[in-house]
Protein backbone atom coordinates (compact mmCIF):
# COMPACT_ATOMS: atom_id res chain seq x y z
CA UNK A 1 0.00 0.00 0.00
CA UNK A 2 1.61 3.31 -0.84
CA UNK A 3 0.19 7.15 0.02
CA UNK A 4 0.97 9.82 -2.58
CA UNK A 5 1.98 12.39 -0.58
CA UNK A 6 2.59 16.30 -0.64
CA UNK A 7 4.52 17.86 2.18
CA UNK A 8 2.91 21.11 2.67
CA UNK A 9 -0.74 21.33 0.87
CA UNK A 10 -3.80 20.72 3.20
CA UNK A 11 -5.38 17.60 1.75
CA UNK A 12 -3.14 15.58 1.96
CA UNK A 13 -1.58 16.88 5.34
CA UNK A 14 -5.08 16.19 6.42
CA UNK A 15 -4.88 12.42 5.71
CA UNK A 16 -1.20 12.17 7.49
CA UNK A 17 -2.92 13.66 10.55
CA UNK A 18 -5.98 11.45 10.61
CA UNK A 19 -3.64 8.48 10.31
CA UNK A 20 -1.08 9.79 13.19
CA UNK A 21 -4.23 9.90 15.16
CA UNK A 22 -5.11 6.18 14.17
CA UNK A 23 -1.51 5.20 14.66
CA UNK A 24 -1.06 3.53 11.29
CA UNK A 25 1.92 3.77 9.31
CA UNK A 26 1.50 3.59 5.81
CA UNK A 27 4.77 3.78 3.27
CA UNK A 28 4.54 7.46 1.46
CA UNK A 29 5.64 8.29 -2.01
CA UNK A 30 5.93 12.53 -2.07
CA UNK A 31 4.94 13.92 -5.27
CA UNK A 32 6.37 17.39 -5.70
CA UNK A 33 3.79 20.12 -6.45
CA UNK A 34 6.30 22.88 -6.88
CA UNK A 35 7.58 20.53 -9.56
CA UNK A 36 4.27 19.89 -11.05
CA UNK A 37 4.95 16.23 -10.38
CA UNK A 38 1.15 15.81 -10.17
CA UNK A 39 0.83 16.38 -14.05
CA UNK A 40 3.64 13.99 -14.98
CA UNK A 41 2.74 10.86 -16.93
CA UNK A 42 3.86 8.48 -13.89
CA UNK A 43 1.33 10.12 -11.37
CA UNK A 44 -1.71 10.55 -13.91
CA UNK A 45 -1.19 7.03 -14.53
CA UNK A 46 -2.17 6.64 -10.28
CA UNK A 47 -4.34 9.79 -10.34
CA UNK A 48 -6.05 10.77 -14.34
CA UNK A 49 -6.95 13.67 -11.94
CA UNK A 50 -3.09 15.33 -11.22
CA UNK A 51 -3.92 15.61 -7.18
CA UNK A 52 -3.14 14.45 -4.57
CA UNK A 53 -3.26 12.45 -2.28
CA UNK A 54 -4.09 9.15 -3.83
CA UNK A 55 -3.87 5.65 -1.64
CA UNK A 56 -2.91 2.95 -4.02
CA UNK A 57 -3.67 -0.48 -2.39
CA UNK A 58 -1.96 -4.05 -2.87
CA UNK A 59 -3.68 -4.91 -5.36
CA UNK A 60 -3.33 -2.19 -7.46
CA UNK A 61 -6.75 0.31 -6.96
CA UNK A 62 -6.61 3.45 -6.33
CA UNK A 63 -8.66 5.52 -4.00
CA UNK A 64 -8.65 9.12 -4.26
CA UNK A 65 -10.25 12.07 -2.17
CA UNK A 66 -8.76 12.41 1.11
CA UNK A 67 -11.60 11.93 3.14
CA UNK A 68 -12.34 8.68 1.00
CA UNK A 69 -9.05 7.24 2.08
CA UNK A 70 -9.57 8.31 6.00
CA UNK A 71 -13.06 6.68 5.58
CA UNK A 72 -11.04 3.28 3.99
CA UNK A 73 -8.99 3.03 7.63
CA UNK A 74 -11.82 3.96 9.47
CA UNK A 75 -13.45 0.95 8.22
CA UNK A 76 -9.80 -1.49 8.41
CA UNK A 77 -9.40 0.06 12.24
CA UNK A 78 -12.39 1.36 13.44
CA UNK A 79 -10.43 2.50 17.25
CA UNK A 80 -9.86 4.86 18.18
CA UNK A 81 -13.26 6.08 16.27
CA UNK A 82 -12.63 9.74 14.65
CA UNK A 83 -15.86 9.64 12.53
CA UNK A 84 -18.02 8.84 15.42
CA UNK A 85 -19.04 5.43 17.28
CA UNK A 86 -22.95 5.98 17.82
CA UNK A 87 -25.22 7.09 15.38
CA UNK A 88 -25.26 10.70 16.68
CA UNK A 89 -22.03 11.09 16.84
CA UNK A 90 -21.31 10.30 13.24
CA UNK A 91 -23.73 12.46 11.86
CA UNK A 92 -22.53 15.42 14.22
CA UNK A 93 -18.60 14.87 12.89
CA UNK A 94 -20.57 14.04 9.06
CA UNK A 95 -22.74 17.52 9.24
CA UNK A 96 -19.49 19.39 10.73
CA UNK A 97 -17.52 17.81 8.17
CA UNK A 98 -19.10 19.17 5.33
CA UNK A 99 -19.88 22.06 6.57
CA UNK A 100 -15.93 23.16 7.34
CA UNK A 101 -14.99 21.81 3.84
CA UNK A 102 -18.10 24.01 2.01
CA UNK A 103 -18.13 27.14 3.59
CA UNK A 104 -14.56 27.09 5.22
CA UNK A 105 -12.33 24.92 2.70
CA UNK A 106 -13.68 26.19 -0.41
CA UNK A 107 -13.75 30.16 0.55
CA UNK A 108 -9.99 29.72 1.33
CA UNK A 109 -9.72 27.39 -2.45
CA UNK A 110 -11.17 30.72 -3.74
CA UNK A 111 -8.91 32.97 -2.26
CA UNK A 112 -6.24 31.21 -2.75
CA UNK A 113 -6.36 30.00 -6.23
CA UNK A 114 -7.80 33.19 -7.34
CA UNK A 115 -5.31 35.94 -6.18
CA UNK A 116 -1.81 34.40 -6.84
CA UNK A 117 -0.08 35.11 -9.65
CA UNK A 118 1.50 31.95 -9.89
CA UNK A 119 -1.51 30.03 -10.28
CA UNK A 120 -3.02 32.22 -13.38
CA UNK A 121 -5.18 29.93 -15.09
CA UNK A 122 -5.08 27.48 -12.31
CA UNK A 123 -8.59 28.27 -10.98
CA UNK A 124 -8.62 24.63 -9.60
CA UNK A 125 -6.42 22.26 -8.07
CA UNK A 126 -5.26 19.34 -9.94
CA UNK A 127 -5.92 18.90 -14.39
CA UNK A 128 -8.29 20.78 -15.47
CA UNK A 129 -8.13 22.51 -19.17
CA UNK A 130 -7.05 26.72 -18.03
CA UNK A 131 -9.46 27.69 -15.78
CA UNK A 132 -8.51 31.22 -15.51
CA UNK A 133 -8.54 33.61 -12.06
CA UNK A 134 -11.85 35.80 -11.30
CA UNK A 135 -10.36 38.22 -8.40
CA UNK A 136 -14.55 38.24 -7.85
CA UNK A 137 -14.42 34.73 -6.39
CA UNK A 138 -11.37 35.80 -3.86
CA UNK A 139 -13.45 38.70 -2.75
CA UNK A 140 -16.15 36.15 -2.17
CA UNK A 141 -13.99 33.85 -0.39
CA UNK A 142 -12.81 36.44 2.10
CA UNK A 143 -16.80 37.17 2.79
CA UNK A 144 -17.37 33.49 3.25
CA UNK A 145 -14.55 32.93 5.31
CA UNK A 146 -15.35 35.84 7.89
CA UNK A 147 -18.93 34.37 8.53
CA UNK A 148 -17.57 30.95 8.41
CA UNK A 149 -15.27 31.88 11.76
CA UNK A 150 -17.70 34.12 13.34
CA UNK A 151 -20.34 31.27 13.42
CA UNK A 152 -17.37 28.73 14.44
CA UNK A 153 -16.67 30.99 16.76
CA UNK A 154 -19.42 30.97 18.65
CA UNK A 155 -20.03 27.43 18.34
CA UNK A 156 -16.35 26.65 20.01
CA UNK A 157 -17.56 28.71 23.37
CA UNK A 158 -18.17 26.16 25.55
CA UNK A 159 -17.03 23.48 23.58
CA UNK A 160 -13.30 22.19 23.46
CA UNK A 161 -13.78 20.24 20.42
CA UNK A 162 -16.23 21.04 17.18
CA UNK A 163 -18.38 17.92 17.05
CA UNK A 164 -18.91 16.15 20.60
CA UNK A 165 -16.60 15.44 23.49
CA UNK A 166 -13.67 13.54 21.50
CA UNK A 167 -11.22 15.16 18.85
CA UNK A 168 -12.71 13.84 15.14
CA UNK A 169 -12.83 13.95 11.63
CA UNK A 170 -13.95 17.47 11.97
CA UNK A 171 -11.52 18.91 13.92
CA UNK A 172 -8.33 17.99 11.47
CA UNK A 173 -10.32 18.71 8.30
CA UNK A 174 -10.55 22.24 10.45
CA UNK A 175 -7.30 22.45 11.36
CA UNK A 176 -5.89 22.11 7.53
CA UNK A 177 -8.55 24.52 6.91
CA UNK A 178 -7.29 27.27 9.34
CA UNK A 179 -3.70 26.81 8.61
CA UNK A 180 -4.35 26.64 4.59
CA UNK A 181 -6.81 29.89 4.65
CA UNK A 182 -3.41 31.38 6.73
CA UNK A 183 -1.61 31.31 3.17
CA UNK A 184 -4.38 33.40 1.25
CA UNK A 185 -4.12 36.06 4.49
CA UNK A 186 -7.17 34.82 5.60
CA UNK A 187 -7.07 34.89 9.60
CA UNK A 188 -9.26 33.93 12.60
CA UNK A 189 -7.78 37.36 14.23
CA UNK A 190 -10.65 37.80 16.82
CA UNK A 191 -11.80 34.58 17.41
CA UNK A 192 -10.83 33.93 20.50
CA UNK A 193 -12.78 31.15 20.88
CA UNK A 194 -11.34 29.23 17.50
CA UNK A 195 -8.28 30.32 19.19
CA UNK A 196 -7.75 28.47 21.68
CA UNK A 197 -9.02 25.74 19.97
CA UNK A 198 -6.55 26.15 17.34
CA UNK A 199 -3.52 26.10 20.16
CA UNK A 200 -4.85 23.07 21.40
CA UNK A 201 -5.24 20.97 18.00
CA UNK A 202 -1.92 22.30 16.99
CA UNK A 203 -0.43 21.21 20.17
CA UNK A 204 -1.50 17.56 19.60
CA UNK A 205 1.72 15.58 18.11
CA UNK A 206 -0.44 14.56 14.52
CA UNK A 207 -0.66 18.09 13.57
CA UNK A 208 3.28 17.92 12.44
CA UNK A 209 2.62 14.49 10.84
N1 LIG B 1 -11.08 17.00 -2.72
C1 LIG B 1 -9.71 16.55 -2.87
C2 LIG B 1 -8.84 17.76 -3.11
C3 LIG B 1 -7.45 17.38 -3.56
C4 LIG B 1 -6.61 18.62 -3.85
O1 LIG B 1 -7.14 19.71 -4.05
N2 LIG B 1 -5.30 18.41 -3.82
C5 LIG B 1 -4.41 19.52 -4.07
C6 LIG B 1 -3.46 19.68 -2.90
S1 LIG B 1 -4.36 20.10 -1.45
C7 LIG B 1 -3.60 19.22 -5.33
O2 LIG B 1 -3.32 18.08 -5.62
N3 LIG B 1 -3.24 20.26 -6.07
C8 LIG B 1 -2.50 20.08 -7.26
C9 LIG B 1 -2.56 21.30 -8.14
O3 LIG B 1 -2.91 22.36 -7.64
O4 LIG B 1 -2.24 21.19 -9.31
C10 LIG B 1 -9.27 15.79 -1.61
O5 LIG B 1 -9.81 16.04 -0.53
O6 LIG B 1 -8.40 14.90 -1.71
Not at 98 to 107: L, Q, T, V
Not at 124 to 148: D, H, S
Not at 151 to 171: E, V
Request: glycine share 6%; net charge negative.
Amino acid sequence: MKLYDAAWAPSPRRVRIYLAEKGIEVERVPVDLRADEQFSDAYLAINPRGAVPALELDDGEVITESAAICRYFEATTPEPPLFGASPIEIARIESWTRRIEGDGYFAAVYAFRNSLPALKDRGMPGKWPPIPQIPELATRGAVMWKAFVEGLDGHLADRQWIAGNDYSFADITALVTVDFAARAKLDIDGCSHIGRWHKAASARPSASA
